[in-house]
């Protein structure tokens, strides 16, 4: 599957939308709480100022939705204003808390998932500046108690600001584990991708290894063996591929007044020029010693077998280099392969033609036909 940006946008804004309920969740279920206070008799306040305060709540979201729906939120550094949304999540807590002095140890507990809600997307600095503005924001709610002489019990005042401070300290404590736990997982993800593209690349390797010839760079027969049969399976009905078995003359002669390292740099000149003269997906391999094998795909007889002349005119005018070796030249047995036919038939057929090509005096290509009007 491709991944373009804009399926990469799309799938960010899902995720940030979800977030975004998730946190919308939150309002809600602190809604439910502040409103059964409100009618068990615990808020002793104006109700219009509870209405009010629930329209602004859920007016700030529907802001945010709006920039998660219109795209805006990509210009910000973060996408997901994470950061923002706790900011705006916590001034609207210290409000709740200062309106509803009577249940405000109960309301406390809003903090805890308020902040959860960063711990996996902020850095530990952003997550500490939060702290760090919620608990200011609530003792700054309580020192405007105190000088306006509000304050039920000073005690308990003190208590709800070591409780929360606690409360802070401990969730900051627990971001930067959570923070470290990540890069740890994350670097331990990057290397393990790392290793698995070194083991792709080996794995590739050994591939190749296993399908080419370690003197020539050519397949190998095995391998040859494979691609063939998959391109007769799938040859379509009135098409011939073209089998040819290639056979270096007077190989063994060269080996012995020459040396096996002269020998196998003729094999590897040989190898040289048949790429040079093959397409682009003509299949060609070492079928064993000095003798080679070709597959041309959707050929007939007079094009297969210009194509193994050329190929014959080519290795005769070669030159090794570094070594003097004398003319060099091969035989071709050719035939035709056709939708229903037998490869090792069809094999047979190209060595028959190849036996006669070397008794009629090598250097030349012959051919057994399967198709008389091919």
């Known amino acids: 599957m491709i991944i373009t940006p804009r399926r990469t946008q799309r799938s960010l804004r899902r995720l940030l939308l979800k977030r975004f309920a998730m946190a919308l969740a939150t309002y809600v279920m602190m809604a439910l709480v502040c ?14 100022t509870v209405v009010w305060l629930t329209v602004g709540v859920f007016a700030s979201q529907l802001v945010f939705l709006w920039l998660f729906l219109s795209g805006r939120n990509l210009l910000f550094r973060d996408p997901s204003m994470t950061e923002g949304q706790l900011l705006v999540a916590l001034t609207w807590l210290a409000l709740v808390l200062a309106l509803f002095d009577s249940v405000r140890g109960s309301i406390l507990a809003f903090y805890v998932p308020i902040l959860l809600f960063g711990v996996l997307k902020l850095t530990p600095r952003a997550f500490v500046r939060c702290c760090v503005f919620a608990f200011f924001g609530f003792a700054a709610m309580m020192l405007i108690e105190v000088y306006r002489q509000q304050l039920v019990s000073l005690g308990m005042a003190w208590l709800q600001v070591w409780v929360l401070l606690v409360l802070l300290v401990w969730l900051s404590l627990f971001s930067c584990y959570v923070q470290s736990m990540r890069q740890r997982m994350r670097q331990r993800r990057f290397a393990l991708q790392a290793n698995q593209n070194t ?32 391109e007769v399976q799938r040859m379509q009905p009135g098409l011939h591929h073209g089998l040819a078995l290639i056979d270096l003359d007077h190989f063994k002669r060269i ?94 057929r190209a060595d028959q033609a190849l036996y006669k090509a070397k008794r009629s005096g090598r250097n030349r290509c012959d051919a057994s036909w399967k198709y008389a009007d091919a």
Do not use: K
Not at 36 to 46: K, R
Not at 257 to 281: E, S
């Open 35 to 48: 409103w059964f206070a409100v009618f068990s008799g615990l808020y002793q306040g104006a109700r219009v």
């Open 199 to 230: 083991l792709r690349g080996m794995m590739r390797q050994l591939e190749d290894l296993a399908a080419t010839d370690e003197l020539t760079g050519l397949y190998n027969r095995r391998h040859f063996l494979r691609l063939a049969s998959r």
């Open 255 to 348: 080996n012995d007044a020459h040396g096996h390292a002269a020998g196998d740099r003729v094999l590897q000149t040989f190898a040289a020029i048949v790429r040079a003269c093959l397409r682009d997906g003509d299949i060609v391999a070492r079928y064993g010693g000095e003798e080679f094998v070709l597959l041309l795909p959707n050929t007939d007889t007079d094009q297969f077998l210009a194509c193994c002349e050329r190929l014959r005119e080519a290795f005769a005018r070669a030159e090794p280099v570094g070594i003097e070796v004398g003319p060099l030249s091969l035989s071709i047995g050719m035939t035709l392969l056709s939708a229903d036919d037998d490869l090792d038939e069809a094999l047979q």
